[in-house]
């Protein structure tokens, strides 16, 4: 303290110059004695007398300069009293923020003894939530250097909040040192009548809302008026914006500039209140009527300072009073309760809407007083409010308890507006209600709330927590206890006690999804296990709601939890029930895929070399028995490449990898090719085969030509086969279903028919009619689930219209039609000739150029390269892709490429993907094509993946493959 002290009694500058003043008074004093003495005195004096006139004159000067620093002294105590009974708190405090010297006022202000203050850092006495805004100043100060200011709250040891204005400023002690001087000023009451001023505001705001009004000010200073509190959005002003009063006289109808100008002179000049009533035109061009009420404020020498006052648009009052009868139509359709009265408070009219609230009828309240609703149970005191407001003309707005006409009470929202005419006289009041009971009613159940809450968290199946945020305390319901397996009593009610208890592994995920309900209000509904008294863990559903205040910071959360550990048991054994089944699944894919390979491949060889035997020699000359065996085997690889393209559709099918196209399709064309094909079995049983147009058919369709072709192929193929006598008749036609065309196909035949019994399994997979049909017939079974479940695919459906035991039966297909653009209706099966005929059939095509063929199987290998020599390619073979790399490698160095690469896809050593693949990533353009024995879903896309350029499938077809060999051999491979 004492060298506080010290330091504080440093001169001044002010110190300085009151001494230095006193020692020129000093001089002059001097000067002046020293011209009393006569001249010729001194020219006279002795040394002696000389030194004693020094003597004295010293003494003199030190007389002054003693009564210099004694002023000095005094003026320093001065000083300090001032310092520490100064009215603000005042602060040395170093740049560093560390506080050097603080006066009394200082002191009492942050709650400490001045000792206790020195080097202590300033921000530790300011608010936490205002640290921001002191270093923000502090920074803009030592930054510019210019005096610097901030509101903010500093905080007492008790807690006590203390609102102050802080004024700083830079400067230096005596060795140089930079500091900062700061001012403390309490502004709590300042800041207490800004709050009282925001609720008055806040009260006027609504006076106005209920008003349907807008207030306005204004100031003479500026010659700017200001508008506010705006609810009234016909009003055609700006809020909160100053405008000049030249803008505002501007919207003034041209006709009214006169009335509007006399009522503000009369206002300024007689000092009258401010009213008026004149039209504005708003942005759109309409006229709207202003009714406005102001009143003038002036300064001392009676200057104008502002006039304040309030505008309502009366627009639709002064329609009313021109054209009443829209005024009551428009007063009848508003959904709130009105009625008008005179001055005298009598009814004059009521709209629907009050009637049906209050029960009465227009008719019988008309004349009435408009207290008739009053009863019992309504408040006196707001009775007396509201007889007050009539009498004065003045606006009113509150709630009253009134009663209907059938005595039951309800709460009335009441508002009260006076209507003046243009020369301020009171002509009616409006009185507008709404039935605010049910609100009223939830107020009450509000109230009761808690103890419906306890009631219900104690008879509750589920747990119920509700969590304070800001203290963490936490409640838990005797049932949310239970279900841990604790008492209320065991468990403290807070947070961490639910955090301790989660599972490690679904805290984070927990945490993020309570911290995303509480920042960004994201639904609060998931699961996690929880440990019990036991020790075992459980699995709950949780869910719950937060608060948040007006700032948006949550204030509490509730919720509930329910055991879902069963449901969760059960959820895992059905997940490893799904898992055994995708593994089941992809095994038969896998097992498909296998056996598509083994039985295509021998049947590539068995049928290939069929053919070759029937093309070789003189086929008029071979004998009967050889056809009949050749026959023979083509038959049964047929059928037996039917019954494992059936297996592989239905796989397709039912594992959902099944995908149908829909291409520009000559549909006319592709009924009659089918009827082409069955024409042969028709023929060798002597049945009759018939196709017939009952309606215009579109000669091309949007469709997936090839199911369409299984579809009929399918269906034709099993009336064929089950006919053994009579006919099969075709019928097609286009029908309009809903605005839908569909395309119909109605195959019938006379067949042997079926039973009602033989129907019901008819479309289950590997089912027959009876089980004679297989060992008579043969075939899956799969023909009709296929064609059905493919028409449905394609949007339409395969049906049994009809069957009779012993006369036939007529299956329906129906699938939509999407038509083409340029399609013309055919009246009868005409094929239509396309550019694709004119196309060169494969046996007439040679093949010129090299070929490499990779491929495992002997057999196949001799049959395909048989056939391609035999179509005119120099032919090459390499048993796999291994070998055939060697080959092709060889071939380029020699300077004898090949012009196609054939190979098979599934070979030893090096496989056909893997051969592909390798010639992309050398840079090679040779074409290649697939040959496979595969025939699942995306085979094709797999071979196109590695890099081939064409894909045929196993068994070959010779004239498939001849001109596909054809067509890449004269031209560059590579996907471009």
């Keep these: 303290m004492q060298a506080n002290r010290k330091q504080a009694m440093k001169p001044t500058p002010d110190s300085l110059a009151a001494a230095a003043d006193l020692k020129s008074r000093a001089e002059v004093a001097r000067q002046a004695k020293a011209e009393v003495l006569p001249e010729s005195l001194a020219t006279l004096a002795s040394d002696a007398t000389q030194n004693e006139l020094r003597e004295k004159q010293i003494e003199l000067q030190n007389e002054e300069l003693r009564r210099a620093q004694h002023e000095l002294a005094t003026s320093r105590a001065r000083y300090f009293d001032l310092f520490d009974l100064a009215p603000v708190g005042y602060l040395v405090v170093r740049e560093s923020g560390l506080i050097l010297q603080a006066n ?27 640290q921001e805004a002191y270093y923000l100043c502090r920074t803009r100060l030592v930054d510019t250097g210019e005096p610097q200011s901030c509101e903010l709250r500093v905080v007492k040891p008790d807690g006590h909040h203390l609102w102050v204005l802080v004024a700083m400023s830079a400067a230096c002690a005596d060795d140089g040192t930079p500091l900062h001087r700061m001012t403390l000023t309490d502004i709590g009451e300042s800041k207490r009548a800004e709050a009282a001023l925001w609720e008055s505001e806040e009260r006027l705001r609504v006076a106005l809302t209920a008003a349907a009004a807008i207030g306005f000010v204004w100031d003479a200073a500026s010659d700017a008026v200001v508008r506010y509190f705006s609810t009234v959005p016909s009003l055609p002003v700006n809020v909160d914006a100053p405008e000049p009063v030249a803008a505002v006289r501007a919207r003034v109808h041209p006709d009214d ?75 009848k359709n508003i959904s709130q309760g009105v009625i008008v009265t005179g001055p005298d408070q009598m009814i004059v009219t009521a709209n629907t809407a009050f009637t049906a609230i209050t029960g009465y009828s227009e008719r019988e309240i008309m004349g009435w007083n408009c207290n008739f609703l009053q009863g019992p149970g309504t408040d ?30 309800f709460w009335n929202e009441l508002t009260i507006t006076p209507v003046l005419d243009p020369q301020g006289v009171l002509t009616h009041f409006i009185l507008i209600t709404r039935d605010i009971t049910e609100r009223k009613r939830a107020k009450d159940e509000l109230r009761h709330s808690s103890e419906r809450f306890e009631l219900v968290a104690r008879g509750a199946v589920d747990g119920i927590w509700d969590w304070d945020v800001v203290t963490n305390a936490d409640y838990f319901s005797d049932r949310w206890c239970e279900l841990l397996g604790y008492t209320t009593a065991e468990l403290l009610p807070h947070y961490q006690t639910w955090v301790d208890h989660l599972h490690p592994e679904d805290r984070p995920g927990t945490f993020a999804a309570l911290q995303s309900h509480l920042e960004q209000r994201a639904p609060y509904d998931l699961e996690y296990r929880m440990r019990l008294k036991c020790g075992d863990y459980r699995w709950f559903r949780a869910s719950g709601q937060a608060m948040w205040d007006a700032d948006g910071k949550p204030l509490r959360m509730a919720g509930s939890i329910t055991d879902i550990t069963e ?56 004998p009967d028995k050889r056809k009949q065996i050749l026959d023979t085997i083509k038959k049964a690889g047929a059928h037996l490449l039917t019954v494992i393209n059936d297996i592989l559709d239905l796989s397709k099918i039912e594992a959902d990898k099944l995908a149908v196209e829909k291409i520009d399709t000559p549909l006319v064309n592709v009924l009659c090719e089918v009827e082409m094909l069955m024409r042969q079995k028709v023929a060798g049983k002597g049945l009759v085969l018939s196709i017939a147009f009952s309606s215009p058919v579109p000669d091309r369709i949007l469709t997936d030509p090839t199911r369409l072709r299984q579809i009929l192929m399918n269906i034709l193929g099993n009336a064929i086969k089950f006919t053994e006598q009579g006919t099969v008749r075709v019928n097609v036609e286009v029908e309009d279903q809903d605005r839908q065309p569909r395309l119909v196909i109605d195959i019938a035949d006379t067949g042997p028919g079926m039973t009602s019994e033989q129907v019901q399994g008819l479309f289950a997979a590997f089912g027959q009619a009876d089980t004679t049909v297989t060992r008579k017939y043969g075939g899956t079974g799969l023909g009709l689930v296929i064609s059905r479940r493919l028409a449905r695919i394609m949007g339409g459906d395969v049906t049994l219209l009809y069957s009779e035991l012993g006369k036939g039966s ?42 490499l063929l990779a491929e495992d199987g002997l057999d196949n290998q001799r049959l395909i390269a048989f056939m391609l020599r035999k179509a005119g390619a120099t032919v090459e073979t390499a048993d796999n892709g291994q070998i055939a790399l ?42 290649i094509i697939a040959l496979t024995a595969h025939a699942m879903a995306d085979d094709r896309k797999k071979c196109m993946d ?31």
């Design 257 to 331: 500039v006169g009335l509007f100008d006399a009522g503000v002179a009369e206002c300024l000049v007689m000092g009258t209140e401010y009213r008026n009533l004149y039209r504005v035109v708003d942005p759109a061009g309409s006229e709207r009527w202003l009714q406005e009420w102001g009143t003038l404020s002036r300064d001392f020498a009676g200057h104008p300072l502002r006039l304040t006052g309030i505008s309502i648009d009366v627009t639709d009052r002064k329609r009313a009073e021109s054209n009443l009868l829209l005024a009551d139509r428009v007063l």
């Design 567 to 622: 449901r969760k048991q059960a959820e895992q054994s059905l997940k490893l029930a799904h898992t055994a089944a995708d593994v089941a699944s992809r095994a038969k894919s896998e097992f498909l895929t296998n056996m598509s390979h083994e039985i295509r491949t021998p049947l590539t060889a068995i049928l290939g070399f069929a053919d070759i035997l029937g093309e070789d020699g003189t086929v008029d000359q071979t």
């Design 380 to 409: 006196p005191v707001t009775v007396a409010a509201i007889r007050q407001v009539l009498e004065d003309g003045n606006d009113f707005s509150g709630e009253i308890l009134n009663y209907r006409k059938d005595g039951t009470p």
């Design 946 to 976: 590695a890099g081939c350029d064409d894909y045929v499938s196993k068994p070959i077809d010779k004239a498939t493959l001849i001109a596909t060999c054809a067509a890449w051999m004269s031209k560059p491979g590579g996907i471009q």
């Design 810 to 851: 007529c299956f329906r297909i129906v699938l939509p039609i999407e038509h083409v653009e340029g399609s013309t209706m055919m009246q009868s099966p005409t094929p239509i000739k396309s550019k694709d005929e004119a196309k060169p059939i494969a046996a007439a095509l040679n093949l010129s150029g090299r070929i």
């Design 104 to 130: 009394l006022t200082a002191a009492a202000m942050l709650g400490e003894d001045r000792g206790a203050l020195t080097n202590r850092p300033v921000s530790r006495s300011i608010f936490n939530a205002d």
């Design 886 to 927: 060697h080959i092709l490698k060889q071939a380029e160095a020699a300077g004898t490429p090949f012009d196609l690469l054939l190979t098979d896809m599934q070979m030893p050593e090096m496989d056909g993907y893997c051969l592909a693949s390798t010639l992309r990533d050398r840079g090679s353009k040779l074409a």
